[in-house]
């Protein structure tokens, strides 16, 4: 996967001299992503990682800011000791189109990056479908699609379209196994795909790759010699870092992945989830869901998390109440007793 390195300005409008911090305190990838710096009105950071990795900044003095990792130097702007000037506030409808779909096409999702400020930020359909949003002027919002791509918009006033290439099927999207040293959390959401390419060959798979698999009936894992699609594995690696990526071709459905059973269960993570969050899928009552990121060797909480295409290639470990689908429900309601 290419990298980007670029330059942020955190700008922070202190008036009184007082020295202020603004740093990452979250991305989109596993890998972990660090900058900070310090400064009376504005400081600069400097910070590398994945192209298209979307970085959550938070200055001392309150308030978070987006960027996106994309070779391009930006800003992250922060109103410190009052100085915010006063805010205009203006909607706008954003006309999701998903271009190359075709009204008999698989309905695919649109949905905002910034979750926690727009949650209900999404909608769905074949062709295309309207969301309703509100905010500041000038505001700008990232989208992304079920299918693939990513689209802004800025908030004015004035209805806009997020435009995303879209084909037949849920395929072409991209994903990666970082193998880290160590254990690993990993899934395979495609049946077939385009030959991989990455910085882990074959010897090292062979040679340094151990899988484990959860069996939720007897709560134990079991060594395997082999993956299958739609299913989510702890990885250990023996030798060094290395990543894999994919190009999928026949994706997995979200209908075909294995029931979940009461209590802890391993989930693989395919792209018909894509827009959703964990919690919201079929019929299922979750007490909890956690990815693991490798490199901090922390649990990460996903609950309340939308999914994106870069959580393709990760499992999510979820504890449910229920015996239960994650697959939405088709067909009409049982007849009544």
């Given at each position: 996967?290419?990298?980007?390195?670029?330059?942020?300005?955190?700008?922070?409008?202190?008036?009184?001299?007082?020295?202020?911090?603004?740093?990452?305190?979250?991305?989109?990838?596993?890998?972990?992503?660090?900058?900070?710096?310090?400064?009376?009105?504005?400081?600069?950071?400097?910070?590398?990682?994945?192209?298209?990795?979307?970085?959550?900044?938070?200055?001392?003095?309150?308030?978070?800011?987006?960027?996106?990792?994309?070779?391009?130097?930006?800003?992250?702007?922060?109103?410190?000791?009052?100085?915010?000037?006063?805010?205009?506030?203006?909607?706008?409808?954003?006309?999701?189109?998903?271009?190359?779909?075709?009204?008999?096409?698989?309905?695919?999702?649109?949905?905002?990056?910034?979750?926690?400020?727009?949650?209900?930020?999404?909608?769905?359909?074949?062709?295309?479908?309207?969301?309703?949003?509100?905010?500041?002027?000038?505001?700008?919002?990232?989208w992304e699609s079920s299918c693939k791509g990513y689209?802004?918009?800025?908030?004015?006033?004035?209805?806009?379209?997020?435009?995303?290439?879209?084909?037949?099927?849920?395929?072409?999207?991209?994903?990666?196994?970082?193998?880290?040293?160590?254990?690993?959390?990993?899934?395979?959401?495609?049946?077939?795909?385009?030959?991989?390419?990455?910085?882990?060959?074959?010897?090292?798979?062979?040679?340094?790759?151990?899988?484990?698999?959860?069996?939720?009936?007897?709560?134990?894992?079991?060594?395997?010699?082999?993956?299958?699609?739609?299913?989510?594995?702890?990885?250990?690696?023996?030798?060094?870092?290395?990543?894999?990526?994919?190009?999928?071709?026949?994706?997995?459905?979200?209908?075909?992945?294995?029931?979940?059973?009461?209590?802890?269960?391993?989930?693989?993570?395919?792209?018909?989830?894509?827009?959703?969050?964990?919690?919201?899928?079929?019929?299922?009552?979750?007490?909890?869901?956690?990815?693991?990121?490798?490199?901090?060797?922390?649990?990460?909480?996903?609950?309340?998390s939308r999914i994106t295409e870069a959580d393709l290639?990760?499992?999510?470990?979820?504890?449910?109440?229920?015996?239960?689908?994650?697959?939405?429900?088709?067909?009409?309601?049982?007849?009544?007793?």
């Amino acid at each position: 996967m290419a990298t980007s390195t670029s330059r942020t300005s955190s700008a922070q409008g202190s008036s009184g001299g007082t020295s202020s911090n603004g740093s990452i305190v979250s991305t989109t990838q596993a890998t972990e992503v660090v900058g900070s710096c310090s400064g009376a009105q504005s400081c600069i950071a400097d910070v590398k990682g994945y192209n298209g990795t979307k970085l959550v900044w938070k200055s001392d003095c309150g308030g978070y800011a987006y960027t996106v990792l994309d070779g391009e130097n930006e800003y992250a702007t922060f109103y410190c000791n009052g100085t915010q000037p006063p805010v205009e506030i203006v909607s706008e409808q954003v006309k999701c189109v998903f271009s190359g779909n075709g009204s008999e096409g698989p309905t695919q999702k649109c949905y905002t990056t910034d979750y926690a400020g727009y949650p209900n930020a999404y909608c769905s359909g074949t062709e295309s479908c309207v969301i309703d949003v509100k905010g500041p002027k000038g505001k700008e919002l990232g989208w992304e699609s079920s299918c693939k791509g990513y689209a802004t918009t800025r908030l004015d006033g004035e209805s806009e379209y997020a435009t995303f290439e879209c084909g037949k099927s849920r395929g072409g999207q991209t994903y990666t196994i970082n193998a880290a040293t160590g254990w690993n959390i990993v899934s395979y959401p495609a049946y077939s795909f385009e030959p991989p390419t990455g910085s882990c060959s074959a010897t090292t798979k062979g040679d340094s790759f151990t899988y484990y698999w959860y069996n939720k009936s007897t709560g134990k894992y079991e060594k395997v010699s082999s993956t299958k699609a739609g299913e989510a594995y702890w990885l250990h690696n023996s030798g060094g870092p290395c990543s894999i990526e994919y190009k999928i071709k026949e994706p997995v459905p979200l209908s075909s992945l294995p029931e979940l059973g009461k209590g802890w269960n391993f989930v693989a993570i395919v792209p018909d989830m894509i827009g959703s969050s964990i919690e919201s899928l079929g019929d299922c009552n979750l007490k909890s869901a956690y990815s693991y990121n490798a490199e901090s060797r922390k649990w990460v909480p996903e609950i309340g998390s939308r999914i994106t295409e870069a959580d393709l290639g990760k499992g999510f470990v979820v504890n449910s109440n229920n015996a239960c689908s994650l697959a939405v429900a088709s067909g009409p309601p049982p007849l009544p007793d």
